[in-house]
């Protein structure tokens, strides 16, 4: 008898305890742009509420794992591009896509400012029909802030490669020891901010 109570005991305590609160994930969702250099693009993602991870990468090429030096040769078909990952319940896809026309200029073929190469493309990958639907009627709508035709391309993810990692986080790490983020970067986050469209530092 003095055997089986300690096992009752457990049994007992097992049954009344309250059961562990199970995690709730966040639900996310990713898109991948294209708008220039991705150090600037990057930037400018990562001080929006509701990003939650942004990385620097190649898309949209025809070899595998291309390097840095390969992308700006301007042969591997790759264009920069930053994958953006995003809780959607804080953030939609139409705001992310709102501010990715605001961030650029769509309407300069293969080029942003003095970055010429098919490399600096405007262009959005999409991972699904809901997602190409979206950015469709959205560069339809941005049409109306621009004179030039935009020439933004639209084309699904086939794979996406992320840069090496001196490319990541560029911006926060490099913003004063880099001549290009003081004279790029820093006035288009000063541009976007005065309109009320991105944070002061890195949303968390």
């Not at 400018?44 to 390969?70: H, L, M």
């Not at 959607?88 to 769509?106: M, N, R, T, Y």
Request: aromatic share 10%; charged share 20%.
């Amino acid at each position: 008898m003095k055997a089986i109570l300690p096992t009752l005991l457990l049994a007992l305590l097992a049954m009344t305890s309250p059961a562990p609160a199970q995690s709730q994930s966040t639900p996310k969702a990713k898109i991948t742009f294209g708008g220039g250099c991705f150090w600037c693009i990057e930037a400018v993602f990562q001080r929006i509420k509701g990003v939650t991870a942004v990385s620097s990468g190649y898309a949209g090429g025809t070899i595998e794992n291309p390097t840095y030096k390969q992308v700006c040769g301007g042969d591997t078909g790759h264009a920069e591009v930053v994958q953006i990952e995003f809780n959607p319940s804080v953030i939609s896809l139409e705001k992310l896509l709102e501010l990715f026309w605001a961030a650029h200029d769509p309407t300069t073929l293969n080029r942003q400012g003095a970055d010429r190469g098919t490399q600096y493309r405007s262009v959005i990958f999409y991972e699904n029909e809901e997602q190409k639907q979206a950015a469709q009627k959205s560069k339809t709508a941005a049409q109306k802030d621009f004179t030039d035709p935009i020439v933004t391309e639209i084309s699904p993810l086939k794979v996406y490669y992320k840069a090496e990692d001196y490319h990541q986080n560029y911006y926060n790490l490099n913003a004063g020891k880099n001549g290009y983020c003081a004279m790029v970067i820093t006035p288009k986050l000063q541009k976007l901010l005065q309109k009320g469209l991105i944070e002061q530092t890195p949303a968390k």
